[in-house]
């Protein structure tokens, strides 16, 4: 079954009607997400794709680690008690992000390219320091980061995948079967803040969404995925 969960910017993300079971949160959406649907407020670079596909083999080494990094961000979520209901909602995202982690493993050892250590992204790392202290609090901001990262990796799977198209058919194919789950991810995560609080979140998206802004203008010359 399809949902329509996708509303224009102004719109707000809310459980639909009749659904009460917190795992049934977990809707299949239609994709293609645009940049608009997605709330950024500043669009990734057109130099973006060229710099970071110089290397292939660091860019798929960095996405493996993202990857590992969603499964285990969402188990982490599971600590928050506001989000105890969420418990199997947030294994469901978490066993998806292992299963990306072990595709990317496979593109790699397809290509006899070498696991290697994870890079440092100033924008995670920036957003990250945006999470306020105390719980609730903790929780609504760090699932609003989540919700950001998810938003930019799909924005910035699709900008893969147009890029590669024509020289790195299979990567730019792979990209793509991406774009739906993360975009569910981050429509999930904003569900789960906004039944928090609907209006602390807000508050935090809008927040957040300058602060990925302002930190998606400091260049980096790293083949890093954020
Ligand atoms: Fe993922
Ligand atoms: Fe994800």
């Known amino acids: 079954m399809v949902h329509e969960r996708f509303e224009p910017p102004s719109g707000r993300w809310e459980n639909p009607e009749g659904i009460g079971g917190l795992d049934l949160l977990y809707l299949r959406v239609r994709f293609d997400v645009s940049f608009f649907m997605l709330m950024l407020r500043r669009s990734v670079d057109s130099e973006w794709a060229p710099r970071v596909t110089r290397s292939l083999h660091d860019l798929l080494v960095d996405h493996a680690h993202l990857e590992r990094k969603a499964a285990t961000t969402a188990i982490q979520l599971e600590k928050y008690r506001e989000l ?7 294994n469901r995202i978490a066993m998806e992000e292992l299963q990306h982690f072990e595709l990317v493993l496979g593109l790699l050892e397809q290509r006899s390219w070498a696991f290697g250590q994870p890079q440092r992204s100033e924008w995670i790392t920036g957003m990250m320091r945006g999470v306020r202290q105390g719980r609730r609090e903790s929780a609504i901001d760090h699932l609003v980061v989540c919700a950001l990262i998810e938003g930019r990796s799909c924005e910035k799977f699709q900008i893969l995948a147009a890029y590669l198209a024509k020289n790195e058919p299979e990567l730019s194919l792979f990209y793509q ?3 739906e789950s993360e975009g569910n991810h981050y429509a999930t995560y904003l569900i789960m803040a906004r ?14 969404l300058d602060r990925d802004s302002e930190l998606m203008g400091h260049r980096h010359d790293l083949c890093i995925l954020h």
């Open 177 to 179: 079967s991406l774009v």
């Open 195 to 208: 039944d928090i609080d609907l209006e602390e979140t807000d508050s935090r998206l809008d927040w957040f």
């Open 84 to 90: 105890f209901p969420k418990v199997h909602t947030l």
